[in-house]
T-cell receptor, first 113, second 113 residues
C-alpha cells in the first residue's frame, strides 16, 4: 500500500519558469511533510518541510503548499535553474510513528537551459 | 558538526556471495539509524531502523539483515546475495525519535551479477 504517491515520474521545465512537483498521500495521520532532492549517485538532501498546521512554507525559490482536505502537497520552484535538475522525493511522517519517513517514488525534474 | 560516512561506495558481487555495508555517524550520540534502498526507477524503501545499540526493527521481509554493534555504527549484511538485491543503499540518521529530518549518507551502489 503506497501511502505517499508521486504520480509524475518526470517533469521538464524551461529555465526561468516555474516547476511544480506534486505529491498525494492517503494516511490522514501524517502531520509533517518533507521534500528531498537527490542527484545521481548521491544521497538525498533535505530541501524544505511543512507541518500540517500550516498550508504554506517558503524558503527562497522553494515553496511548499499543503492542502489537507485534498491530501495533496506541492513543491514550487521559481525561477527554475539548470542546477535544480534532480530527482525530488516527497516524504511524510506522523507523530505516533516518529521513527520513520514514508517516501514517494520520486519525480525527475529536468530544467532545460 | 555531524557527519555520516558510508562505505563502500560501489560494490559488484556475484550471486550467493556475502555482503557487508557499513555506516558510521560522527558528532552525535544515540542517533536513530536507518537503512533505505532505492531500486532502479523506484522510490526509497525503508529496510531497517535502529533506536539504540542492538535494537533493530525490520520493515520488510528480505534477504538482508542489520546490526548495530556500537552507538554510531550500523551494518547491513547478507549471507547470500540475490540478483534482486541490486540497488542503491542509503544509510541515514536523525537525532532522536521525535526529530523530523533525516540526514542521508552518500550511498552504496550494489550490483549483483
Amino acid at each position: 500500500d503506497q501511502q505517499v504517491k508521486q504520480n509524475s515520474p518526470s517533469l521538464s521545465v524551461q529555465e526561468g519558469r516555474i516547476s511544480i512537483l506534486n505529491c498525494d498521500y492517503t494516511n490522514s495521520m501524517f502531520d509533517y511533510f518533507l521534500w528531498y532532492k537527490k542527484y545521481p549517485a548521491e544521497g538525498p538532501t533535505f530541501l524544505i518541510s511543512i507541518s500540517s498546521i500550516k498550508d504554506k512554507n517558503e524558503d527562497g525559490r522553494f515553496t511548499v503548499f499543503l492542502n489537507k482536505s485534498a491530501k495533496h502537497l506541492s513543491l514550487h520552484i521559481v525561477p527554475s535553474q539548470p542546477g535544480d535538475s534532480a530527482v525530488y522525493f516527497c516524504a511524510a511522517k506522523y507523530t505516533g510513528s516518529a521513527r520513520q519517513l514514508t517516501f514517494g517514488s520520486g519525480t525527475q525534474l529536468t530544467v532545460l537551459p | 558538526s555531524q557527519t555520516i560516512h558510508q562505505w563502500p561506495a560501489t560494490l559488484v558481487q556475484p550471486v550467493g556471495s556475502p555482503l557487508s555495508l557499513e555506516c558510521t555517524v560522527e558528532g552525535t550520540s544515540n542517533p536513530n539509524l536507518y537503512w533505505y534502498r532505492q531500486a532502479a526507477g523506484r522510490g526509497l524503501q525503508l529496510l531497517f531502523y535502529s533506536v539504540g545499540i542492538g535494537q533493530i526493527s525490520s520493515e520488510v521481509p528480505q534477504n538482508l539483515s542489520a546490526s548495530r554493534p556500537q552507538d554510531r555504527q550500523f551494518i547491513l549484511s547478507s549471507k547470500k546475495l540475490l540478483l534482486s538485491d541490486s540497488g542503491f543503499y542509503l544509510c541515514a540518521w536523525k537525532k532522536f525519535s521525535g526529530a523530523n529530518v533525516l540526514t542521508f549518507g552518500a550511498g552504496s551502489r550494489l550490483t549483483v551479477l
